[in-house]
């Protein structure tokens, strides 16, 4: 356990300084932009439409950081060979494995939750006093992180073996169809066999189903989400998660580095 | 040694369990969320125009997304059975706006939209908004001005305006030339069962969107049955005229050499005879049921 | 006699190459070594030889197609082996946002060391391999120097009893390569055993216990550098001036001349006769000297030999 934390502390400070939070002045400077706009046009749903761009950004930047540093934290660590040295040392690679994931995982919770603030003060600006509704924006950010934790694993997965470029069209791949899984389990297409649309079905279980952490639509409109809806979603995101680690590991711990 | 393929057997095992339990979860996350969630959730944002703006130039690609999900969202009310289409018109509305030139969009929804429950919304005036704003921004789509008259002739029952919209669209040298025909049949007649016949035909052969070519068949299929009925009772009077009583059941007709057969419905079932000795579909038929729906809410004007 | 400290057996590596990884490609066969408790042992072999492919095999990089291999008697498969063990990598690259001493502290997590201890022993090996200066410095604004002494500090951080280079001299300066010999030095004084690969044989010779030699993927001699090369003299070299200018003699033409002075080597038997001629002529002798073959020239030579046979191998079409 230690061995993890160790490789993870070390992964956040790398996230730190390579300057991968900068993103947040680029979300902060939207979030402004945005609420003098909607100030300006006023058209009565202010806080709704903030609320929307918010968690629109802090979903499609937490999206781009999973995708492209979870795959880049293994496969830089063995194009640079920096990973030869650390392996050397009595640790496993399924250590190696979990503390990276861990790093990167705690980098986006920092990450997304300096942006929940930066949306709650663009909030504040057009509607204060804020209302008990207002706070269950925190549960759509929760939800989102689960997704994002879900991505990296993903993303480690697919550069524990292929190619750094064919891991981020992979994992970004598996996100666009684990985003249409649910509408694959309720289309009902004309003129395709039973057997067809069983399979289907089959599939779209298969796929994450990355619209379970969407509650955007509910919170946008002031309305909260059910507890067990989350607990849920947190089991699926662990349950998912674990399942592509594992599997990760094993890939990773017969693979010959080169 | 050993490690390495321990893991290759146990990895699988493994997999197999948890997907069975990511299954079981993602069953009852489904349920949860068809219980909390409302349909206006699907609209973000409720002005078409501020979608536009916020499009940028991806206004093509966000008018397809919207189109996407008016597909949808009929789709899955049609299999729920559920009548309620509020938001139909929301999503239409968005859509062309954020892309006038979206014309699957225009016939699919102008259909939609005025057909009445429980095929469609039952609104023909949001339908010819619709579509007056698709003829504005693509003047050169004849096919436009046909379903602006199908609208008009079958569900605002507004004949001259039905017959204007037919000779507006024969303009276009494009158009075919039956859009004249009946511009000029709906001014003199007003409704008839020949015209709506063609005119559903049209809609049917014209079309390659799947429940709008389904839709157009109920129809037909629909029109079928009232004349074929017209045509039993007609045969029925000529029974009574040569017999002197009214047929009790149709093979009495076939075997006075009127029919040569049992004629069938167009789902396959054979014909029957009421009680007051008017033909009606078999009881088992399918379309009797989507007759009773349509004769309850058009009103009293079939034959 | 204690057991060797890395024990090697049947080692054999094969990769897939060529298209659709059909052919397979042998970059190690059936490799037998051994390494003695307290020896500094040199790994020679020109590039692509599979030194490299033998020490990252040891240190689990990769995986044997066939073999085992044991350090300190426990199989390389026990990672917790790690824990005696310090490896330099080949053209080591180590995160170039941390410093020095960060990157100590890091790696130096990962044994059982307390935190005074971590502390302690950081700052000593930046002593001992002389970056304490330079420890807050990210290694990003490193020489190559610097870099491969850093990868020396964090290879002999945790005390191992074997420490296993992969070419620690090379990119080096002279002052560079001198720095890594001494620290080497230092480990044999300390009683470690050191693997180390290389193709300088410069610094074989003057570093090594016993060498092992390896060509295109086969162990081809093994043994103290003197064994390997043969005792036995070549022949005498006389080095020598002419008077003046216009001197014959018969020697001449089988000399080399570099500037005024002239070598020539004859064989030990005709030595006396050689020096007689040159009398004759009043030739001024400067020095009489044994021929010694290097390291360089046996080595060569098998290299040939491979390259001979492999060309054989391919003109005749297996």
């Not at chain 3, 020539?264 to 006769?273: D, F, N, R, S």
Request: a neutral charge.
């Amino acid at each position: 356990m230690r061995n993890i934390w160790t490789v993870a502390t070390n992964t956040f400070r790398e996230a730190v300084r390579d300057r991968v939070l900068y993103n947040l002045v680029f979300f902060a400077l939207l979030m402004m932009g945005a609420a003098i706009l909607v100030g300006q046009v006023s058209i009565g749903i202010e806080d709704s439409v903030i609320v929307s761009l918010g968690l629109t950004a802090i979903s499609v930047i937490g999206i781009f950081i999973a995708v492209f540093i979870g795959v880049g934290l293994v496969s830089k660590e063995i194009d640079k060979r920096t990973l030869y040295a650390l392996l050397a040392k009595p640790v496993q690679r399924w250590e190696f494995l979990l503390g990276k994931y861990g790093g990167l995982v705690l980098t986006l919770t920092v990450n997304t939750a300096a942006m929940a603030v930066g949306l709650y003060v663009a909030l504040w600006t057009v509607k204060h006093p804020l209302e008990r509704s207002d706070w269950y924006v925190l549960v759509a950010v929760y939800l989102i992180l689960l997704k994002l934790a879900l991505i990296v694993a993903l993303a480690m997965l697919f550069s524990c073996f292929t190619t750094p470029f064919l891991a981020i069209l992979f994992t970004a791949g598996l996100y666009v169809a684990g985003v249409f899984a649910e509408d694959l389990r309720t289309m009902q297409a004309v003129g395709l066999a039973p057997e067809t649309m069983k399979l289907l079905r089959g599939i779209s279980y298969l796929l994450p189903n990355f619209e379970n952490f969407n509650v955007m639509g509910a919170v946008a409109h002031s309305r909260g989400v059910p507890a067990s809806l989350v607990w849920q979603d947190t089991w699926y995101a662990l349950l998912y998660a674990s399942l592509v680690l594992a599997t990760a590991a094993v890939v990773f711990s017969r693979r010959n580095l080169k | 040694m050993t490690g390495k393929n321990m893991a290759v057997w146990w990895l699988p095992v493994l997999l197999l369990a948890g997907f069975t339990g990511v299954w079981h979860l993602q069953e009852s996350i489904d349920q949860q969320k068809n219980a909390t969630q409302l349909e206006q959730d699907q609209l973000m944002l409720l002005s078409g125009k501020l979608v536009q703006k916020l499009s940028l130039e991806y206004a093509p690609l966000m008018g397809a997304i919207y189109w996407t999900r008016v597909v949808q969202y009929f789709g899955e009310k049609h299999r729920l059975h559920q009548t309620n289409l509020e938001l139909l018109w929301p999503l239409l509305d968005i859509a062309t706006t954020v892309d006038p030139h979206l014309m699957p969009a225009y016939r699919f929804g102008s259909m939609f939209l005025s057909d009445h429950p429980p095929r469609g919304e039952g609104r023909p005036d949001l339908a010819v908004q619709l579509l007056e704003r698709g003829i504005r921004a693509n003047p050169e789509q004849w096919r436009l001005y046909q379903d602006l008259g199908n609208v008009y002739y079958f569900d605002a029952k507004d004949y001259p305006k039905a017959s204007a919209a037919f000779a507006e669209g024969s303009k276009n040298p494009k158009a075919m030339i039956w859009m004249k025909v009946m511009a000029a049949k709906i001014a003199a007649e007003g409704e008839s069962p020949e015209t709506s016949y063609f005119l559903w035909q049209q809609v049917y052969q014209s079309t390659t969107d799947p429940m709008v070519k389904k839709n157009a068949g109920e129809h037909i299929r629909l029109m079928q049955v009232e004349l074929d009925l017209k045509a039993i009772n007609r045969l029925s009077d000529d029974f009574q005229k040569q017999t002197g009583h009214r047929a009790a059941r149709i093979n009495e007709l076939v075997q006075a050499g009127l029919l040569n057969g049992v004629p069938l419905d167009p789902d396959g079932f054979p014909y029957a005879l009421g009680d007051d000795g008017k033909a009606e579909l078999n009881l088992d038929s399918p379309l009797l049921e989507k007759q009773l729906l349509e004769k309850q809410f058009s009103g009293p004007s079939s034959p | 006699m204690a057991s060797p400290a890395i024990e090697i057996e049947n080692l054999s590596k094969e990769y897939p190459h060529g298209f659709l990884n059909l052919k397979k490609k042998r970059s190690l066969e059936n490799l037998n070594m051994d390494v003695q408790t307290g020896e500094v042992f040199g790994f020679l072999g020109p590039n692509g030889a599979g030194k490299s492919t033998t020490i990252k095999l040891l240190m689990r990089l990769i995986f044997p197609t066939a073999g085992t291999a044991r350090i300190l008697g426990k199989s390389i498969d026990d990672v917790s082996m790690h824990r005696n063990v310090g490896y330099l990598p080949e053209q080591p690259y180590f995160y170039d946002y941390l410093t020095a001493a960060e990157l100590l502290d890091y790696f130096a997590r990962f044994h059982n060391l307390t935190a005074a201890d971590r502390r302690d022993r950081v700052q000593r090996m930046l002593k001992k391999v002389g970056l304490e200066t330079a420890k807050k410095i990210q290694l990003r604004k490193y020489s190559k120097g610097m870099l491969q002494r850093a990868g020396l500090a964090q290879a002999i951080l945790h005390d191992p009893q074997v420490v296993i280079l992969d070419e620690p001299m090379s990119g080096l300066d002279p002052l560079g390569r001198r720095e890594v010999r001494d620290i080497i030095l230092e480990l044999k004084r300390e009683g470690r055993t050191v693997l180390f690969s290389t193709h300088i044989l410069s610094d074989a010779e003057m570093l090594c216990d016993r060498v092992g030699v390896i060509v295109g993927g086969t162990l081809r001699g093994i043994g103290a550098p003197g064994e390997m090369i043969g005792i036995t003299a070549q022949g005498m070299e006389i080095l020598f001036e002419l008077p003046e200018a216009g001197t014959k003699t018969p020697l001449l033409e089988k000399a080399t001349k570099t500037g005024e002075r002239y070598r020539v080597q004859v064989p030990e038997c005709e030595l006396y006769a050689a020096l007689e001629q040159l009398k004759d002529a009043r030739v001024r002798i400067l020095s009489v000297a044994q021929i010694k073959p290097t390291l360089e020239e046996f080595f060569m030579n098998l290299v040939d030999a491979d390259r001979a046979q492999a060309n054989a191998v391919e003109v005749s079409g297996q």
